[in-house]
């Protein structure tokens, strides 16, 4: 055996960051085992054995690098070869102003490309508690479903139980079951994003009386039922069930996820809609559509119900329903050092939604990290993190910086985050001299800063 040949890093786990974080490792020129449990053993979420597979939206959310936190994240991740943002830029579907991917076709482009490097080996085996002691660099990137004997184990060598909350999965509708009658194509004030017109959202129109009779069945509607010990388990904010946001208040959904602004329904232009739902494309051949926002607790007979009462929805017909699955992650900045690695044993590093992030993105780029931290373990180099003024040093800011969201039962609880500004040190905004800022100009202006700040300084990282 060549001693100077670095051994390979072990990957437990094939989601968005473990398929990631093989990438990077592999095009360190360091070899990659990557342990993928299914289809040996499935989960309550996935449906195919292939890597990256999503399993609530096929959206990965704004791609405007200029304006958008979640589009910097993208371009950042571009400028560092992202095999994930390469899959889904070669599989992108029209959506308005966001990058949606075919789910199916995203999830095998990730698989062959990850199958047909050399360094890269993955074994369909479940790896049933913590790996063993030989294996000297290990990342953990089971996400939101690790298996229970794995996450027993890690509880215990913390001596941290974690926190738990549901993600809610949101309905798929054939296209060919909506009503277009009464239903249209277009995107918010028309805009146009990658792959997209400008039309790419189908658009369900409301009055007043309908969406009121839409609230009181999602607040009434018959719910599935929680265990014993999932009660108390709190929901994420940015993936609310969709009834959990109604008896948040009769407006909550006309200011949310059916807002009705920069819509025009071209059936009856001359009336607008009180509230709208929205669907987006869910696959390359635009045959099926989810429900925009609509993620859902309610038993499957009571969502059809409900949701056939939605104009251009009374004969529609659901590839899938709504459903919840549990989502743990670790409380990180108590048990990860600054390079992600588990305090208690440092050959054990993670990535992904476990480590505190939230959304595929952000998972994808936390693999993107850990790739390139564990890169630089097996070759000897020192590792230096990219800068809090990054999207990719915020976020790893939020996970090791220590910081702590709302107060649960008594205790201050460190939450999942999406990445954003808030995340972001404060920066300056270029003044043109004589002329005042003010209002949506001046927000406009602060983005951009942020955004132009955050690519220079990526893009110097990256290079070097």
């Known amino acids: 055996m060549d001693k100077n040949k670095p051994q390979p890093v072990h990957i437990i786990g094939g989601g968005l960051a473990g398929s990631e974080a093989a ?44 304006n958008n936190a979640v589009g ?41 490309r990850l199958n047909g490097h050399e360094l890269i080996t993955i074994e369909r085996e479940e790896i049933a508690g913590l790996p063993p002691q030989e294996w000297q660099n290990v990342i953990i990137a089971t996400g939101p479903l690790t298996s229970q ?8 060598l913390t001596g941290d139980d974690g926190l738990a909350f549901f993600d809610a999965i949101a309905p798929i509708v054939h296209k ?35 969406y009121q009779t839409l609230i009181e069945d999602l607040i009434n509607g018959d719910k599935g039922k929680f265990q014993e010990w999932e009660k108390d388990t709190p929901y994420f904010s940015g993936c609310l069930p969709i009834e959990v946001m109604a008896e948040r208040g009769p407006e909550t959904l006309r200011f949310g996820p059916m807002k009705p602004r920069g819509l025009t329904n071209k059936h009856q232009p001359d009336i607008k809609p009180y509230a709208v739902l929205q669907l987006r494309q869910d ?19 009571e969502q059809a119900e409900v949701f056939r009462k939605v104009p251009g929805l009374e004969n529609a017909e659901f590839a899938r329903l709504g459903g919840l699955h549990r989502n743990t992650f670790l409380n ?19 990535a992904g939604q476990v480590t505190g ?35 990719h040093g915020a976020l790893l800011n939020h996970i090791t910086g220590g910081h702590l ?47 132009s700040r955050a690519i220079e300084s990526f893009a110097n990282w990256i290079s070097h």
């Open 23 to 66: 990438w990077q490792l592999a095009n360190a020129g360091v070899s990659v085992i990557i342990h993928e449990m299914r289809p040996v053993r499935g989960t309550d979420a996935h449906q195919t054995d292939k890597c990256a597979e999503l399993v609530c939206s096929n959206s990965f959310r704004s791609d405007d690098a200029e």
């Open 72 to 112: 910097l994240l993208h371009a950042e991740m571009r400028l560092a070869n992202s095999l994930i943002m390469a899959c889904a830029d070669a599989r992108k579907l029209p959506a308005g102003g966001a990058l949606a991917v075919d789910r199916e076709g995203f999830s095998q482009e990730v698989t062959d």
């Open 149 to 156: 004997a794995l996450a027993a184990d890690i509880a215990q």
């Open 176 to 210: 060919d079951s909506i009503n277009f009658d009464i239903v249209w194509f277009q995107s918010r004030y028309d805009k146009e994003g990658p792959g997209g017109t400008g039309a790419d959202y189908i658009n369900c129109p409301l009055d007043e009386q309908q």
């Open 283 to 301: 696959n390359a051949l635009g045959t099926l559509y989810n429900m925009v926002g609509f993620q859902t607790k309610l038993k499957y007979g």
């Open 332 to 350: 990180s900045p108590e048990v990860l050092d600054e390079h992600l690695r588990l305090k208690a044993r440092p050959s054990i590093r993670f």
């Open 357 to 391: 992030v939230e959304g595929y993105v952000e998972s994808a780029a936390i693999g993107l990290i850990a790739g390139k931290m564990a890169a630089c373990d097996a070759l000897g180099h020192s590792f230096i993190r990219p800068e809090i003024t990054t999207a």
């Open 405 to 451: 969201g709302e107060t649960l039962n008594g205790k201050q609880s460190f939450q999942p985050m999406n990445v954003n500004f808030g995340l972001f040190p404060p920066v300056e905004i270029v003044k043109t001299p004589g002329v005042r800022m003010r209002g949506k100009d001046k927000k406009a202006a602060r983005k951009k800063a942020y955004t």
